[in-house]
């Protein structure tokens, strides 16, 4: 199983402030996959990175995949209250022998006060 | 469509009881999914199932059965509860099975908590 390592675990930041989070791995990702989670509901699927280098970008959301794809990161710029949730970054491995199977990082809990 | 629904949406045990969580989507989804959350471990696959009938473990199975006779349907039993499954399960339902750019749909999930 691949291990996600996410950072930081928490942020809290004012309203109009910008923000990075990261999502790192030792090994290769076949894709990598954002999700935002809010109190009391399941994750929601923002992302899906494939190519190394690439860079999408979801109104004030940017999400970049390392060249190496071991490697992703999520900036938001002018952070609102609604952005505030739990980040996590999700990744099936690239192994012929596995189940195909989302691992899930631990996650980084945005707060962004008014 | 009501998505992925997760009943009961809270639940008390105490250890050595048993339960059945229910998982009903209705997206004609053929993957299915269970997920178990605890703080500052993301989200970890319990059992998974490709189709009406198949069931697959997956990363922490222990403790823990599953059953989907009804393609709609992903039931997670837990036989004889104990402190350590205290947690917020998840279910999910795919398209396919957590491959390239396929999204996984989340229910809202069930807060357990075992005494």
């Known amino acids: 199983t691949q291990l996600l390592e996410q950072s930081p675990q928490f942020l809290s930041i004012q309203e109009g402030e910008n923000l990075t989070v990261y999502c790192n791995s030792s090994?290769?990702?076949?894709?990598l996959q954002w999700y935002r989670q809010e109190p009391g509901e399941g994750p929601v699927l923002l992302v899906t990175?494939?190519?190394?280098?690439e860079v999408k970008k979801l109104k004030r959301l940017t999400f970049q995949f390392g060249d190496a794809r071991k490697d992703s990161s999520l900036h938001i710029t002018a952070a609102q209250p609604g952005d505030t949730g739990l980040y996590l970054c999700?990744?099936?491995?690239?192994?012929?022998?596995?189940?195909?199977?989302?691992?899930f990082g631990s996650g980084t809990q945005l707060t962004v006060l008014p | 469509n009501a998505g992925v629904t997760q009943t009961p949406k809270f639940r008390v045990l105490k250890t050595g009881q048993s339960m059945t969580l229910l998982c009903a989507q209705d997206?004609?989804?053929?993957?299915m999914y269970w997920y178990r959350q605890d703080p500052g471990m993301g989200l970890r696959l319990i059992h998974y199932?490709?189709?009406?009938?198949?069931?697959a473990k997956g990363e922490v199975p222990d403790g823990y059965n599953v059953s989907r006779l009804k393609k709609q349907n992903f039931l997670l039993g837990l036989e004889s509860a104990a402190p350590s499954q205290t947690s917020v399960y998840f279910c999910?339902?795919?398209?396919?099975?957590?491959?390239?750019?396929?999204?996984?749909?989340f229910g809202p999930g069930t807060r357990l908590t075992v005494l």
């Open positions: 999910a339902s795919s398209y396919r099975h957590g491959g390239t750019g396929d999204t996984q749909y």
């Open positions: 090994s290769v990702f076949s894709s």
């Open positions: 990175v494939v190519t190394g280098g």
């Open positions: 999700a990744s099936q491995i690239i192994s012929s022998g596995s189940a195909r199977q989302l691992t």
């Open positions: 997206m004609n989804h053929e993957y």
């Open positions: 199932s490709v189709g009406e009938g198949t069931t």
